[in-house]
């Protein structure tokens, strides 16, 4: 249930407002299994972080990595102490990268990556993907750049109406030496509302030893596939390839169908023939003025006192509608209607036939590749030694959060319980119950919105507390004994109150009438 929905709820949001109350973020622990756990919450930005210095070749141009980096609390921030990582600077290039704490080897153990991105400011053209940076020699954070080989990029990308969510990793081709990038199909479901309703939303990748990976969005599985047959260009090339040095035949014939060679155009084939002509049956209908033309000078136009007939050339007046026709059917020359002319059948050409030469298409013989190469096992890629983000925002405003790399899938869920999901339904609650403890007068609070109108609720819906069957309209309680609140008569006999009776006659009734005689 979400505050739209819970009016109750949202009432006490305001009262909390109004005193400047937010809930308590805890921020989450940091798990010891985990490569990498990042929640901005502890210590300044460059106790981990580096930002980039190097340079970015691009167009011919030297450009910086000059975009601010700053940590920040959310714009809908709905309780306090919880920061993110914020690329700030609209139209720059960013670069930011941190070490892992422990090297991830892509062995016998699944990788799991997942970090939550917000669009504070919507999206035009910005890209948010995370890189898994390759643990080599040559890795300097400081010079971090487009270049810096990685190992994986994930996350969402949109510019226009291009929305995608990228899971890319590099791959070495054995013979060459090269890497080069696969990139894994896109979802097949809609992914606008991630990028427009200006809210946090947690991506995940996974990614296993059996070459299975899976992509989720706020825990929904948006896609799944295989390395080695759900990406592009293949992991492996195809074992034979058309042979380049081949070419097709002169007397090749790859024609399905052709024109009859025996058959010739009919003798009364009138190719010159219109194909509409005008209805020699219709005629003028009656009112229409022919003399009189449908627009004339206006006569009531002047020239212009700047007017230069050497440089403007004769005036004319301009042209109005003929007030003549307004009232008429039609005016100026009349002509008939066109139609189709029966006589018209166009240019010929002779029927077509099948070809008896039809040889099928061609194509060029097929020979073995000699580029090929089997790799079956393309999830072990290069060691991750850093994560970082290299990117260009039209925007900015975008905000990083909770990074964690992991193999275990509890502990990501952990941490997904603990960061993610403390921000989740039934969070609303929950930040109510956080909000506490570190002021204890909203108990207070609580009572009156939610106690008061429960008990106010309660005594006007059951103003009586009634016991016994539903279906007899008295009251009876649970001894017959005289109680100190019970009616007596002088002498002491209880009355006939004492026994409930209220209106209707019964057995209890008459037994109290039975002892008032005695």
Same mark, same amino acid.
């Given at each position: 249930?979400?505050?739209?929905?819970?009016?109750?709820?949202?009432?006490?949001?305001?009262?909390?407002?109004?005193?400047?109350?937010?809930?308590?973020?805890? #921020?989450?622990?940091?798990?010891?299994?985990?490569?990498?756990?990042?929640?901005?919450?502890?210590?300044? +930005?460059? /106790?981990?972080?580096?930002?980039?210095?190097?340079? /970015?070749?691009?167009?011919?141009? *030297?450009?910086?990595?000059?975009?601010?980096?700053?940590?920040?609390?959310?714009?809908?921030?709905?309780?306090?102490?919880?920061?993110?990582?914020?690329?700030?600077?609209?139209?720059?290039?960013?670069?930011?990268?941190?070490?892992?704490?422990?090297?991830?080897?892509?062995?016998?153990?699944?990788?799991?990556?997942?970090?939550?991105?917000?669009?504070?400011?919507?999206?035009?053209?910005?890209?948010?993907?995370?890189?898994? +940076?390759?643990?080599?020699?040559?890795?300097?954070?400081?010079?971090?750049?487009?270049? *810096?080989?990685?190992?994986?990029?994930?996350?969402?990308?949109?510019?226009?109406?291009?929305?995608?969510? !990228?899971?890319?990793?590099?791959?070495?081709?054995? +013979?060459?030496?090269?890497?080069?990038?696969?990139?894994?199909?896109?979802?097949? $479901?809609?992914?606008?509302?991630?990028?427009?309703?200006?809210?946090?939303?947690?991506?995940?990748?996974? +990614?296993?030893?059996?070459?299975?990976?899976?992509?989720?969005?706020?825990?929904?599985?948006?896609?799944?596939?295989?390395?080695?047959?759900?990406?592009?260009?293949?992991?492996?090339?195809?074992?034979?390839?058309?042979?380049?040095?081949?070419?097709?035949?002169?007397?090749?014939?790859?024609?399905?169908?052709?024109?009859?060679?025996?058959?010739?155009? #009919?003798?009364?084939?009138?190719?010159?023939?219109?194909?509409?002509?005008?209805? !020699?049956?219709? $005629?003028?209908?009656?009112?229409?003025?022919?003399?009189?033309?449908?627009?004339?000078?206006?006569?009531?136009?002047?020239?212009?006192?700047?007017?230069?007939?050497?440089?403007?050339?004769?005036?004319?007046?301009?042209?109005?509608? %003929?007030?003549?026709?307004?009232?008429?059917?039609?005016?100026?020359?009349?002509?008939?209607?066109?139609? !189709?002319?029966?006589?018209?059948?166009?240019?010929?050409?002779?029927?077509?036939?099948?070809?008896?030469?039809?040889?099928?298409?061609?194509?060029?013989?097929?020979?073995?590749?000699?580029?090929?190469?089997?790799?079956?096992?393309?999830? $072990?890629?290069?060691?991750?030694?850093?994560?970082? &983000?290299?990117?260009?925002?039209?925007?900015?405003?975008?905000? &990083?959060? %909770?990074?964690?790399?992991?193999?275990?899938?509890?502990?990501?869920?952990?941490? *997904?319980?603990?960061?993610?999901?403390?921000?989740?339904?039934?969070?609303?609650?929950?930040?109510?119950?956080?909000?506490?403890?570190?002021?204890?007068?909203?108990?207070?609070?609580?009572?009156?919105?939610?106690?008061?109108?429960?008990?106010?609720?309660?005594?006007?819906?059951?103003?009586?507390?009634?016991?016994?069957?539903?279906? $007899?309209?008295?009251?009876? /309680?649970?001894?017959?004994?005289?109680?100190?609140? *019970?009616?007596?008569?002088?002498?002491?006999?209880?009355?006939?109150?004492?026994?409930?009776?209220?209106?209707?006659?019964?057995?209890?009734?008459?037994?109290?009438?039975?002892?008032?005689?005695?």
């Amino acid at each position: 249930m979400r505050a739209q929905s819970c009016p109750l709820c949202a009432y006490i949001y305001l009262i909390m407002a109004a005193h400047g109350v937010q809930g308590v973020y805890k #921020p989450p622990p940091v798990p010891e299994e985990a490569y990498f756990a990042e929640s901005f919450d502890s210590g300044p +930005l460059e /106790k981990k972080w580096v930002v980039s210095k190097a340079l /970015k070749e691009e167009d011919g141009k *030297t450009l910086k990595y000059d975009g601010q980096w700053v940590l920040e609390e959310p714009s809908n921030q709905a309780s306090s102490g919880n920061k993110g990582l914020v690329m700030k600077s609209p139209g720059r290039h960013h670069a930011i990268a941190a070490p892992l704490g422990t090297i991830f080897h892509f062995r016998d153990k699944p990788l799991i990556l997942q970090y939550e991105v917000f669009f504070q400011s919507g999206t035009d053209c910005e890209g948010a993907y995370i890189k898994l +940076l390759s643990h080599t020699p040559q890795l300097r954070l400081s010079q971090f750049n487009s270049s *810096t080989p990685y190992a994986i990029m994930f996350g969402p990308d949109k510019c226009g109406s291009s929305m995608k969510v !990228h899971f890319i990793f590099r791959r070495r081709n054995p +013979l060459s030496g090269q890497y080069q990038e696969k990139h894994a199909r896109q979802s097949d $479901q809609d992914l606008s509302k991630y990028f427009s309703d200006r809210q946090a939303h947690l991506y995940t990748l996974r +990614l296993y030893p059996d070459n299975i990976y899976e992509i989720l969005i706020d825990q929904s599985l948006i896609s799944k596939g295989s390395l080695l047959e759900d990406v592009d260009p293949p992991v492996n090339p195809p074992r034979e390839i058309p042979d380049p040095d081949d070419t097709k035949p002169t007397d090749w014939d790859d024609r399905r169908r052709i024109p009859d060679p025996t058959a010739a155009k #009919p003798s009364d084939w009138d190719e010159k023939a219109p194909e509409r002509i005008p209805d !020699h049956t219709a $005629q003028k209908p009656p009112g229409w003025l022919e003399d009189a033309e449908p627009f004339i000078l206006d006569p009531e136009a002047e020239r212009p006192d700047d007017w230069n007939e050497e440089m403007d050339g004769e005036w004319e007046p301009p042209r109005v509608p %003929n007030p003549a026709c307004s009232q008429a059917i039609g005016c100026g020359p009349w002509l008939p209607p066109m139609i !189709h002319n029966p006589a018209y059948k166009g240019k010929w050409r002779p029927p077509m036939i099948d070809n008896p030469r039809y040889q099928g298409e061609w194509q060029p013989r097929m020979i073995p590749n000699p580029e090929y190469f089997e790799d079956l096992e393309p999830f $072990q890629m290069s060691t991750v030694g850093a994560v970082g &983000f290299e990117l260009w925002s039209l925007t900015g405003g975008v905000l &990083f959060d %909770n990074i964690l790399l992991c193999s275990d899938p509890t502990v990501a869920q952990r941490w *997904t319980d603990h960061s993610w999901g403390q921000r989740q339904t039934p969070g609303l609650f929950m930040q109510l119950l956080l909000a506490t403890e570190r002021r204890p007068w909203l108990w207070g609070v609580y009572v009156f919105t939610i106690g008061l109108p429960a008990i106010l609720f309660i005594s006007f819906m059951w103003p009586e507390k009634r016991f016994g069957p539903s279906d $007899q309209d008295y009251y009876y /309680k649970k001894s017959d004994a005289p109680q100190p609140d *019970t009616p007596h008569d002088p002498e002491g006999t209880p009355t006939l109150e004492a026994y409930g009776a209220v209106k209707n006659s019964g057995p209890r009734k008459r037994e109290a009438r039975e002892l008032q005689k005695n």
